[in-house]
């Protein structure tokens, strides 16, 4: 046997440990999920274990062959039980006394409620997915015209005021004209001339 066969059938021999390996972990995490609904369900004496987990295994079958049926009838019957949570919760507000007590089922109600809208976006987003958005920049053919593709911030979307006409501290315009010289201000005095040797 060539090293090429070899290693190709090395590799289908990984492939198949693979496989074997993927549906232990299936099985185990599928019966784990009957046995912990069997044990809710009725404490392990309701629910048939083996047809639970025969149930479950097909329930994943559809799903990986893309029926999302299930998921979105889990969905519905899960928001309508929040639903409900809710509008129970806020029925016993009125006959509450104590502020804490009220307080807790206010907290119930509106959980419920937001645990509800969630649910509901999630099914929502499952049945009509949001499509992706391409930008596409346009290309600038003219010769005398400006594009701009980026969005101006709120921050920066500001008129601006031309500088040069307002007066402001320590700028280098000066609109008060030349001060005059004077004993309190010496520094404004004209500079004396200097004479110089020819030769510097």
């Known amino acids: 046997m060539t090293n090429k066969s070899k290693n190709k059938h090395n590799q289908e021999d990984a492939k198949q440990q693979q496989k074997i390996h993927n549906s232990k972990v299936h099985v185990n995490c599928l019966s784990s999920a009957a046995m912990a609904i069997s044990e809710l369900h009725g404490h392990g004496h309701v629910l048939d274990t083996p047809t639970l987990m025969d149930e479950l295994i097909k329930s994943s079958s559809r799903i990986n062959e893309g029926n999302l049926k299930e998921i979105e009838d889990m969905l519905m ?15 016993q507000l009125p006959n509450l ?8 089922f206010s907290n119930i109600a509106l959980k419920a409620q937001a645990q509800c809208r969630k649910t509901l976006a999630v099914l929502s987003e499952l049945k009509h997915p949001r499509r992706s958005i391409t930008f596409v920049k346009q290309q600038n053919n003219a ?15 500001k008129k601006v005021a031309n500088e040069l006409l307002k007066e402001t501290q320590n700028e280098t315009l000066d609109f008060r004209g030349t001060t ?13 001339s200097i004479n110089r040797g020819s030769d510097s």
């Not at 010769?143 to 979307?157: A, R, Y």
């Open 77 to 91: 019957a899960q928001a309508k039980t929040l639903d409900y949570v809710f509008y129970d919760t806020l029925k």
């Open 97 to 104: 006394n104590m502020i804490n007590q009220i307080e807790v």
């Open 143 to 157: 010769f005398n015209q400006q594009i701009n593709n980026q969005s101006d911030s709120i921050e920066n979307n």
């Open 180 to 192: 005059k010289t004077s004993i309190i201000n010496p520094t404004m005095e004209t500079l004396e």
